[in-house]
């Protein structure tokens, strides 16, 4: 009996081959000035303007390459300068750090163009592996370089010591010599500090090795071979269909009830003795972001393993898993009123504003699952899922939450008389501006905390940030002493 030919694989398998070539004299020196340009911009102590200087430094430094690349990955290096350019506008850490975050993701994606679930993931530990495969190949390229030419990297070397001793010894003694020379010198040159050339030897090769991996990734991406799908698991019609019915059913319970509780009033289901509608919405709000994020779990599961084979199999899946989609954007709607309801009974935060924006952001991918069952084609799906919290991301970052919370919170001292003065002081320097709103000794008060965290520490040319500086002139025209 002779044994069958084994078929093809299950799981996917990579193929990474090197780049074509070794890396030109151009892009080596590229790369060299962008990772010295991003090892003496970046802020390591405060949100500034040296993470888009560095970020930009090294987008143009892969350009040098000249590597092909499709209009979703100059799409993704855009959206990746824009995150990084939000520590240029914005002061409030929590925001920037969630923006950082997002750019490694974004920067990664930026590289490889991924066009699935499996291949994003992938993608994000490509950088690191990339970095130890473009050792190799930088080294080709200095190689290269110099072919032919015995002893030649040591005469550059040489000639560069030699040069800068120079330089050093008579510049020296013209500086010693001449007082005007010695502050026309001082002035020229930065002033470099034991800090400084600690971060620069230890931020450098990181970062070099880091672009030199990415240019080695952008030259020549890794492949995923897929497994062939033909015989791909599948779930029997009503061993999915049954499940996802009663959930649409339970979901159409509850939006009933929300109906009522929302535009019916809310005595019809809060007795007298019970919890009032701001406790009520803060015990649900939760409950439905937890919702919000099992239904998508499961559209995904079905949506991946539901039969599609004929007419009847796709009409199931259009009319189940969109009317668990739309019933869920009702969900959502419900969750937000709850949280908005929530937010004018005891005021704003931080959380509450953040959760608020990943409801909304969930609200949005639902429709965006609406239109990919519509069209029984989801392969875009992951990659819109991320364009949302992107989007939404630098959505959050123009409405400027710190100074949106400070705001909100002043109106509604001004409309009740209460007030957490202590929180608003927490802020970032982007609240500074509705501080000023605030009247009397709890305004003076706010700024004055707020100016101890200000401090008089210039920020410099790295940590360059308008919010902060907008709001160090507004403390200083603040008159009335806090008392």
Known sequence: MRTPPPGPPRTPTWSWPGPPRVPGAAALVALFVAAAVAAAALPLDRVGAGWLIGGTASIVALAVTRARVSWRQAAWAAATLALLGVGAVRAADWLFVLCVLTAAITGALSLVDPREVRAMLAALVVPPAAALRALPWVQAGLRARF??????????????????????????????????????????????????????????????????????????????????????????LLDWAIPVALLDLLFLAFVAVQATVLFGGSRHVLGPGGPTFADYARGG????????GLTLVVVAIAGRWAPRKDRA??????????????????????ATYRMNVYEQ??????????????????????????????????????????????????????????????????????????????????????????????????????????????????DGWRAANLARHQARQLVAQAAEPCR
């Open 147 to 236: 072919a032919g030419r015995p002893g030649a990297p040591a005469r550059v070397v040489a000639v560069g010591a030699v040069s800068l001793i120079l330089l050093l010894v008579f510049g020296a003694l013209f500086a010693s010599a001449d007082a005007a020379f010695a502050e026309l010198v001082d002035r020229a040159l930065p002033v470099i500090s034991r800090g400084t050339v600690a971060r620069a030897l230890v931020l450098f090769p990181v970062l070099f090795a880091v672009l030199a991996g990415a240019a080695f990734t952008l030259l020549r991406p890794p492949t995923i071979n897929r497994p062939d799908d033909t015989n791909r698991f599948a779930f029997r």
């Open 345 to 458: 009974a005891y005021g704003y935060t931080r959380l509450r504003v953040f959760v608020m924006a990943v409801e909304l952001g969930l609200g949005a991918v639902f429709l965006a699952v609406l239109v990919a069952g519509a069209r029984l084609r989801g392969a875009w799906l992951p990659r819109a899922v991320l364009a949302i919290a992107t989007g939404g991301l630098l959505a959050l970052a123009v409405l400027n939450p710190d100074r949106f919370i400070a705001d909100r919170n002043i109106d509604r001292y001004l409309a009740t008389g209460r007030i957490d003065v202590h929180y608003l002081s927490t802020l970032s320097a982007d609240a500074v501006p509705a501080l000023r709103r605030l009247p009397g000794n709890e305004g003076a008060c706010a700024l004055q905390r707020a100016a101890y965290r200000l401090d008089d520490r210039e």
């Open 285 to 292: 709000f939760w409950q439905l972001l937890a919702v919000t």
């Open 313 to 334: 199999d796709r009409a199931t899946i259009r009319a189940l898993l969109g009317a668990l989609a739309l019933l869920t954007l009702v969900v959502v709607a419900s």
